[in-house]
């Protein structure tokens, strides 16, 4: 027997002790239905992920208009679309430096639903050009309820891993 009937045997005798059915029948084991895993379904994963506008606004007024999957956070963004901000993200999300700071305006502040968190707040300690309503990119995700998004990046980037 071909090893591919061996498998085939032991698997319709396991099913058939454990009463989850045949492989000819309708009824299967919810363990062996993949699309029903969470991480597989996620709205982030979606080829079809909701979009939202966001535009980065640089020291010289440049304006860089783009959009973001909801679920993405904004240095993935940034880096996704090619967008060109010199140094951005140079940690690449792993809070080990400041260069993903942006400066948002207080009803976009108001909206964002991450918390800051004490090593979030870390960095922004070494960032220049820190406000009330400062940022890291990495640790923003889009909603919905950020789409229109307008984020300054600020002046200078200190990038605190050196």
Known sequence: MRIHGVLLQIFRQ???LLGIGD??????C???NWSSRP?????ALKADAEMVDITFITPDGTRHKTKGKVGDNLLD?????????DGFGAC????ACSTCHLVFKQEDFDKIKDEVTDEELDMLDLAYGLSETSRLGCQVTLTKELGGLEVEV???VNDARS
Do not use: Q, R, W, Y
Request: net charge negative; proline share 6%.
């Open 14 to 16: 396991s099913t058939s």
């Open 39 to 43: 991480f597989t379904t996620h709205p």
């Open 154 to 156: 600020p002046a200078g």
């Open 30 to 32: 919810s363990c062996l």
């Open 23 to 28: 492989i000819g029948e309708e009824k299967h």
């Open 77 to 85: 963004v940034v880096v996704n679309n090619n967008v060109d901000l």
């Open 92 to 95: 690449e999300g792993t809070l």
